[in-house]
């Protein structure tokens, strides 16, 4: 290889930014139902990018759960945003909402 020539994981100098190590997820699709929150966890899927820990990498999780809620009848969309955590509920039928939720961090690994 010439000086001219750069491989793929070499990158010119004049970039800036680096990109974070991508590393498989892990998708956890064994249906779990949480009796005391009347919840029924469908899927776990959990990734990391780069080096967790080092301020750069993050760990991430995303669940996708079915909720019994005799006392909210509603239908629609409802978000709360929190600093890690990102959270939606979704009800297409009165007293079953869907729940799908993003959740960070810098700091650890999900297991």
Not at 3 to 29: F, M
Not at 37 to 59: F, P
Request: hydrophobic share 35%.
């Amino acid at each position: 290889m010439t000086n001219t020539q750069t491989s793929e994981t070499q990158r010119p100098s004049h970039v800036a930014h680096q990109r974070l190590v991508r590393h498989p997820a892990r998708i956890q699709w064994k249906p779990n139902y949480i009796p005391s929150e009347k919840r029924l966890c469908l899927t776990r899927i959990r990734w990391e990018r780069g080096t967790v820990g080092d301020g750069k990498g993050y760990s991430s999780k995303l669940s996708v759960s079915l909720i019994l809620e005799p006392r909210d009848v509603w239908v629609g969309l409802y978000w709360k945003c929190d600093t890690f955590t990102k959270t939606v509920w979704l009800c297409l039928l009165p007293c079953l909402p869907i729940r799908i939720k993003l959740h960070k961090s810098w700091g650890g690994i999900f297991p």
